[in-house]
């Protein structure tokens, strides 16, 4: 039996699993590199023909039963049905007992309420197939549907814990007409349908291809048909969810070994557990203690100054409020432009204040900022609209003179005069901007989560808060003219307002005029691919003097588009690249629109391309039979060299950077776990062609490098919901698996949409899986050379492996993907830096 080798590291989900060997959990998901090496043990022949011997019954002495090994244990993970949360059978029988009275109709379950009722709601098709084979197993005529008592036998059969009951159910659902033998019709059949079940589109066009391969390795002898015991030798390459639960259990002992005497006690492990956290996150500690520090400074400065100002009598504390609040406002404004200043803070992130001051926190500061800058102005506009107008406006006449007569020229004025004034004027629009662009910041407008109707759509999405930001240019002068006119303050030198903002509003109108020549750079587009989901990738020619490091990102602007928008893109390519790379995902208006600007162009070129076809087909008298259709991303793909020589022009597109991010620190540690959800993968993949370059490039010198520095290793977890997704970085996975010879990265993919493996959903995919892989390399999930799990990651079994791997290592957590993620590794990072002498840094991209 053949088995497939990585890194010097066998894959335990694509071997044939021998008696009492135990895979390491962590190398179930290593790196391919397509090479095959027979194992010295058994043929396919020969352990078919040894199973059929184990599985004879002889009357003359006891029954031999099957050995507690690897094998049997992934084989007692096929299952039907999900566990029950709370582990406890009966407490999913109660679960299909309550559904049983939602979906049944008169006491009686039909077959099309099967799935729901069982929780296959998604799978309809599946459970239609797996109610058909349990009735003919029982001899339960369905037409009039099941009651209650049946339903329970159902499920009984569906959780019986031996082996042979839940593969007989299973080949029972193959073998449609049940003469005990599986025809390629009815492995295709079954192909198609958990093809649907897991959504695997591409899967269920091969499936024909894939039930072929079936035959070819369970029947050699071309029979035409498959028998039980053949089906049941296959899926004993399969190791499950039990095996995998003792080796997490092993290795979370080792880890749980090597806890430092420190945190042994509850009082130690909590003085432990403060000073990590604070070494973890001393910079941003300083920071913040720095920033409020000097708010509460200038507010309490105010507060006390304005009790000594001859207004006090009148006015009282509400002065006083006022006037502080409005000093830490000023102060705020002036700070919040600092976090914006992309080009500076690159620059800056360089120097040594990059090691005390937290750059890849700028964007979380710029938003601290603003919630400071809003409490403020809310406390001056209270302040001053329910109290001080009222005193001024309602003060008796004689008190009135004698104290505020010379600010106001001795002419006592009212509520709205004071409303309508220069300061009340242009304080209210100041208010109506501010909010309007504090609101359209927030993550349900800004991501378009909040939908408008009609006219009143593009009052959310990412172009809303771009223009609304820039309305904020308005605000700054009319804050430095609010700053002016001031009531009670006459003497010029006491009105602070433009002392706080001019150098913040200098430095950044200088770099924003620097950065419209200096780093903006008019680009060609060599390749444009437009992918399934939504995603266009651009291939840009690299400017010269357009240096970069791996983990940065850069803003494009398509001017045919907009002339002022520019959108953020992490950058794809290498350093060592010749080339320019970023991958848009469709999320927003302008995305949209870029996106379908250049399908046109390809759609143009494709059917240019299928005209001059047809002619030189028909001028030669060619017949060729039919191909199958090919989706709109193939066909991109297949003709993008056609179209981008043709004389068809593409949009223009300016790219304006490079600028600092969190993952082009990379570098700093020993080693790298990079998480990717969907298109968030974009940072990472840079940083993994850079490390697949330099060892590549290593290699063909044939010396070793100067610089020394960087990972010694690289974990990279690819989380997508979409088959057609892993097109995006299809030939960055095949280089890791040909060049990457020192196995430094190690890739894992997961789908989503499937089931996990075991759920016998996925059992023929995963089987199919693991027989394409030993046959030619090849992922049938992915198309690459990359090996595709199944559902979600088991993260703290991630980080109990690592944390066991790599002791006393500086692990580098570098995350890009939905919030909802954030906290799990986050808190995974600091609950496994306490408990094992690993450290883990999270870092996360923000734009």
Not at 133 to 138: G, S, V
Not at 353 to 365: Q, R, S, T
């Amino acid at each position: 039996m053949t088995s497939e080798k990585s890194g010097g590291r066998e894959d335990d989900s694509e071997k044939w699993i021998l008696e009492n060997i135990h895979i390491d959990g962590m190398d179930d998901v290593a790196m391919e590199d397509g090479k095959k090496t027979t194992s010295s043990s058994t043929s396919f022949n020969e352990r078919s023909s040894s199973l059929r011997k184990r599985n004879v019954v002889t009357s003359s002495g006891p029954k031999m039963g099957r050995t507690e090994s690897g094998a049997k244990r992934g084989l007692m993970s096929l299952r039907f049905l999900d566990r029950a949360k709370t582990g406890k059978e009966e407490d999913g029988w109660r679960a299909i007992e309550k559904r049983f009275c939602v979906n049944s109709v008169d006491d009686r379950l039909f077959k099309d309420k099967f799935g729901a009722c069982i929780g296959m709601g998604d799978s309809k098709e599946f459970a239609g197939e797996l109610f058909e084979a349990l009735a003919r197993r029982r001899n339960i005529a369905t037409e009039n549907g099941i009651d209650l008592l049946q339903l329970r036998k159902f499920w009984e059969d569906m959780t019986n814990q031996d082996l042979d009951a839940r593969l007989h159910i299973f080949f029972d659902m193959c073998d449609k007409n049940g003469d005990g033998k599986l025809s390629e019709d009815e492995v295709r059949e079954v192909l198609v349908m958990s093809a649907s079940a897991n959504k695997l589109s591409k899967f269920k066009q091969e499936a024909g291809t894939y039930a072929a391969l079936i035959m070819e390795e369970l029947d050699p002898d071309n029979h035409g048909y498959v028998e039980m015991w053949q089906l049941e030798a296959l899926l004993r390459g399969m190791v499950g969810s039990e095996e995998t639960q003792r080796s997490d259990k092993k290795a979370d002992t080792l880890a749980k070994t090597m806890i430092p005497k420190e945190y042994s006690t509850p009082v130690s492990r909590f003085l432990s557990k403060t000073k990590e956290r604070f070494f973890d996150n001393w910079k941003k500690i300083w920071i913040i203690m720095l920033w409020q520090g000097t708010n509460i400074s200038l507010f309490t400065w105010k507060l006390n100054a304005y009790q000594r100002v001859p207004a006090f009598q009148v006015l009282g504390f509400c002065l006083c409020f006022a006037k502080a609040a409005a000093e830490t406002v000023k102060f705020n404004m002036a700070l919040i432009l600092v976090p914006v200043c992309r080009r500076t803070l690159t620059r800056l992130r360089e120097t040594f204040l990059g090691h005390v001051i937290p750059f890849d926190e700028n964007i979380n500061f710029h938003k601290l900022v603003s919630v400071e800058v809003m409490l403020g102005t809310m406390v001056h506009i209270i302040m001053h609209m329910s109290c001080n107008f009222v005193r001024i406006s309602s003060c008796p006449k004689d008190q009135f003179d004698t104290i505020l007569g010379p600010l106001f020229n001795y002419k006592q004025p009212t509520y709205m005069d004071l409303l309508l004034s220069i300061e009340g004027i242009t304080g209210i629009i100041m208010i109506l901007l501010m909010l309007y662009a504090f609101i359209l910041a927030t993550h349900s407008f800004r991501r378009n989560v909040v939908k408008f109707p009609g006219p009143f759509h593009g009052l959310a999405g990412f172009n809303a808060f771009w223009y609304a930001h820039h309305l904020l240019a308005v605000v700054y002068i009319l804050l430095l003219v609010h700053g002016w006119f001031l009531f009670l303050t006459p003497e010029w030198y006491k009105k602070t307002t433009w002392m706080y903002v001019s150098v913040p509003m200098l430095v950044y109108t200088t770099e924003r005029i620097l950065t419209l020549h200096d780093r903006n750079y008019k680009v060609d587009i060599n390749k444009a691919v437009i992918y399934t989901g939504n995603v266009l990738a651009l291939y840009m020619s690299k400017p010269p003097g357009f240096r970069y490091k791996s983990g940065m990102y850069l803003f494009v602007k398509c001017p045919d588009i907009s002339t002022f928008e520019w959108h953020p893109f992490s950058i794809t390519s290498a350093p060592d690249d010749d080339y320019l790379s970023v991958h848009v995902r469709t999320l927003g208006d302008w995305t949209t629109e870029i996106k379908n600007r250049f399908e046109k162009v390809a759609y143009t070129a494709h059917t240019t391309v299928r005209f001059l076809l047809t002619v030189i087909i028909h001028s030669t008298q060619a017949c060729e039979p039919q191909s199958q259709k090919q989706s709109r991303g193939d066909l991109v793909r297949m003709e993008t060299k056609a179209y981008t020589e043709s004389p068809l022009e593409f949009p223009r597109i300016v790219v304006r950077g490079p600028y600092g991010a969190p993952a082009q620190d990379y570098r700093k540690f020993d080693i790298l776990l990079l998480v990717g959800l969907g298109i968030g993968a974009t940072p990472f993949i840079s940083i993994i062609k850079d490390i697949v370059n330099n060892e590549s490039r290593s290699a063909l010198l044939d010396e070793v490098p100067t610089d020394k520095r960087g990972p010694e290793r690289a974990y990279f977890y690819w989380v997508t919901r979409e088959q057609g997704s892993f097109d995006w970085f299809k030939g960055v996975m095949d280089d890791i698996a040909e060049y990457d010879h020192n196995h430094i990265v190690e890739m894992h993919n997961y789908l989503t949409s499937m089931y996990e493996e075991g759920d016998a959903r996925s059992a023929l995919i995963a089987m199919v899986q693991s027989l394409q892989h030993a046959k030619n390399g090849k992922d049938v999930v992915s198309d690459s050379r990359i090996r595709t799990h199944f559902a979600r990651p088991n993260w703290r079994k991630v980080f109990t492996n690592l944390s066991t791997v790599h002791p006393s290592s500086r692990i580098g957590v570098f995350y890009c993907g939905s919030p909802m993620l954030t906290k799990t590794l986050k808190g995974l990072c600091q609950e496994f830096t306490m408990n094992s002498s690993t450290r883990f840094n999270f870092h996360k991209e923000n734009f």
